[in-house]
């Protein structure tokens, strides 16, 4: 069975601290996608990243890192020098096998980080 | 990217009542797809809608209380039947959106925040 796991519920830091969002999956299919989305107050839910199954080259954008290791089934989420507007909740999700039709996503329960100033 | 509206942003409802909730997608989309998140809990999948066919839904939801329609590729409604307040959660869609590498990525609406009293 599909399965993700973020075990930080709540992580708090201050401002320019470097912060990591650790993200554990389950799946039995071989090829399959894993994706970070940040839900701030307002509500809205922001795609941050897609990574898939067969590409295990950790990326880089500003602030943002993420580190996919299929051997410890972990997608991580590194953000370096905080800022308060990174005060949100984060979700890490997995969907198996897109059809080019479309899979519905499996949702960890969240991580909530507060940066204070 | 997908651009995703939904109607209405938010709802405050009286028990035994139903409300309609509609997503408009920027383009022709085959899934769409419905999820309900509970205050401070994680989205979970209501059902898959695919235009011309009956909606799919996941275990725990049933189509006499989520009653989903989708008329064209571009529209879907999902209504909550008969609301009581366990019902009071975000109701958000999404659509899977391909980019021009082939990569899937989901796109979420605005949501809409429904209170039932």
């Known amino acids: 069975a599909q399965k993700v796991t973020q075990a930080q519920t709540e992580i708090s830091v201050v401002e320019k601290e470097d912060v990591t969002l650790d993200c554990v999956y389950e799946t039995r299919d071989t090829t399959y996608y894993l994706f970070w989305y940040k839900q701030p107050p307002s509500g809205e839910l922001v795609f941050l990243i897609r990574r898939n199954s067969f590409d295990e080259q950790n990326e880089i954008s500003g602030r943002y890192s993420w580190n996919f290791q299929k051997s410890t089934s972990s997608f991580n989420f590194t953000i370096t020098a905080s800022q308060v507007v990174d005060s949100a909740v984060y979700f890490c999700a997995l969907s198996e096998r897109s059809n080019q039709a479309g899979t519905a996503l499996i949702f960890g329960k969240g991580t909530t980080l507060s940066v204070s100033s | 990217s997908a651009v995703i509206s939904q109607k209405p942003s938010r709802d405050i409802c009286q028990r035994g009542t139903s409300l309609t909730i509609q997503c408009q997608v920027d383009?022709?989309?085959?899934?769409m797809f419905w999820y309900r998140q509970q205050p401070g809990q994680s989205l979970t999948l209501i059902a898959t809608a695919n235009q011309g066919s009956e909606a799919t839904y996941e275990s725990g939801f049933v189509i006499d209380k989520f009653p989903i329609s989708r008329p064209n590729l571009t529209f879907s409604t999902l209504t909550v039947s008969n609301m009581s307040p366990e019902d009071s959660s975000i109701y958000l869609c999404?659509?899977?959106?391909?980019?021009?590498?082939?990569?899937?990525?989901?796109?979420f609406g605005p949501g809409t925040r429904l209170l039932v009293l």
């Open positions: 999404s659509v899977a959106h391909w980019g021009a590498r082939g990569q899937e990525t989901q796109y």
């Open positions: 383009s022709q989309v085959t899934m």
